[in-house]
């Protein structure tokens, strides 16, 4: 993974092997869970304030079409066009 050798002949010495070597750091590094930065956490609490007023909105919208009287159909589609494009 780390060389590639097309033709020829050649010598090596192993000197480190697993996790000591360059690689096996980067896997190790990849493996650790680190924690939460600021950023990360108002990210994901804005993500979920976008997720519940679109479902609110979605609802609430799907219910007002209803009762207005217009087709469950017509009023589960606008409701879900709604939902789509409300995500930026």
Known sequence: MGTVVHSG???A???ETGPRTAFGGIALGL???HEQTAF???LQNYSRML???TGWLA???FVINALLG???LESLLFSLAI???MPP
Do not use: H, K, N, T
């Open 9 to 11: 002949d050649g010598r």
């Open 13 to 15: 010495a192993v000197v």
């Open 31 to 33: 493996g650790e869970r």
């Open 40 to 42: 990360q956490r108002g």
């Open 51 to 53: 997720v519940i007023i």
């Open 59 to 61: 609802s609430s919208i």
């Open 70 to 72: 217009r087709s469950l």
């Open 83 to 85: 939902a789509v494009g």
